[in-house]
């Protein structure tokens, strides 16, 4: 079985050797603070952005998909299946390397994997290529989350919850306008140029990324592949705070999901028959949540997170009174997206803030973790709102995402002294 080994730094100080993964870590990390400014965030913050879109771009492209190859519509949705399958397959699998091979290599690697799958989903000549490539563009968008752990060892302790919130910002602007992005690329020139386009794109930022990362190594025991792998469960043990924030990734993002999978649904139907360009847009009021929720990090470095984390999930739960509104005015759903997407990245920059601290040699295994709940409250939102869409329509839609909104604060007013 190979073994994951990294270089081994030892620092001399007053004739004692650190010989510890994580006194190594710190040390480490102290030299590299410096490399982590505010540009350089905001560079993570676009590559994640952008990595993360990939596996967005198809949902308002299914139906071009669907006539170019010959797709049922009842079939045609495999193509987000698949998508998010191997995106979660990459974070029990991938993410996880992040904390015993070199990051500037791992992240560069990935993303120039990432191309080749992009342009074989923009150039495939049937349906079994084009599954094969989204199924690769799923497993590789992962390396936003190594890039998460990374950004999170080079800051400062100081600085560590502003600047993870800068950078998953990215993730979540990325999330909400892939869609717009997509939607008006196809309309142009179709949708094979999306992914070509993210191609180049991805390119340019692989390039870009590999000249600023730092090239360092942390001292590592050594490990085969799979006892890496076992040792994610280790830590669900061993860390409770591990444990509790995952669960609220669980419950926040099934909110999250509920939103934003079945809003379509009535603004697309009688009264409101908007354009799918217009729906789109939406996802800008979604970002200025998101932008909003940046400082939540700022407030975790201060100690403020439980505070933050209670007053979140609060406005979580409101957000679905003007919500409830969407079918009777527009701008009650704008005040309703601004907080609920404000609510869900602050709860969201504020767990990864507080299990990032935990074990500093394990950062990429903490939030492949923490991210396998994220991965299924998006999907158990997707599948509910829709099915509750069907019954019940948008007043059952909002009766669930206040519920669950409400299990989430309840949860948290139960174990916020554990944590």
Known sequence: MRKFESKVITVEHTGTKVETAQEAIIGTESK????????????????????????????????????????THSAVGIVITITQVCYALGLLLL?????????????????????????????????????????????????????????????????????????????????????????????LAGWRIVYLVSAVLMLIMAGVLFRVLPNFE???????????????????????????????????????????TSLVLPLSTPPL???HTAIGAFGLAGVAGALAAARAGRLADQGLGQKTTGVALFLLLISWLPISYTQHSLLALIVGIVL???????????????????????????TAGYM?????????????????????????????GASVSALALLFWSLTRRLS
Not at 34 to 63: E, H, T, W
Not at 118 to 146: H, M, N, W, Y
Request: glycine share 6%; proline share 3%; charged share 10%.
């Open 273 to 275: 028959s908007l354009s």
């Open 95 to 187: 993410v996880p390397l992040g904390d015993f091979l070199n990051r500037r290599w791992l992240i560069a690697g990935q993303m120039l994997v990432s191309v080749l799958a992009l342009i074989v989903v923009g150039t495939a000549p049937t349906s079994i290529v084009l599954f094969i490539g989204i199924a690769v563009v799923g497993l590789l968008a992962v390396v936003t989350q190594t890039l998460v752990a990374f950004a999170a060892t080079l800051a400062t302790p100081a600085e560590r919850g502003r600047v993870v919130g800068v950078v998953t910002s990215g993730i979540v602007i990325g999330i909400l306008l892939a869609r717009t992005f997509a939607g008006v690329l196809m309309d």
């Open 372 to 400: 396998v709940f994220y991965s299924i409250g998006s999907a158990t939102g997707s599948i509910a709102s829709t099915s509750i869409y069907a019954y019940s329509g948008w007043s059952g839609v909002c009766l669930l």
């Open 340 to 366: 609920l997407d404000l609510a869900v990245q602050a709860v969201h920059v504020t767990n990864q803030s507080m299990i990032l601290t935990l074990r500093p040699e394990a950062r990429s295994r903490l």
């Open 32 to 71: 590299a603070a410096s490399l982590m400014s505010r540009k350089v965030a905001i560079l993570f913050a676009i590559a994640c952005g952008l990595a993360v879109a990939n596996i967005y771009y198809a949902q308002p492209l299914l139906d071009a998909i669907s006539s170019e190859f010959g797709i």
């Open 218 to 260: 942390h001292k590592r025991e050594s490990l085969s592949y799979f006892q890496l792998l076992r040792s994610m469960l280790a830590l669900f043990t061993q860390e409770p705070i591990l444990r509790i924030r995952a669960a609220l990734a669980l419950m926040i993002f099934t909110a999250f999901s509920i939103l934003w």
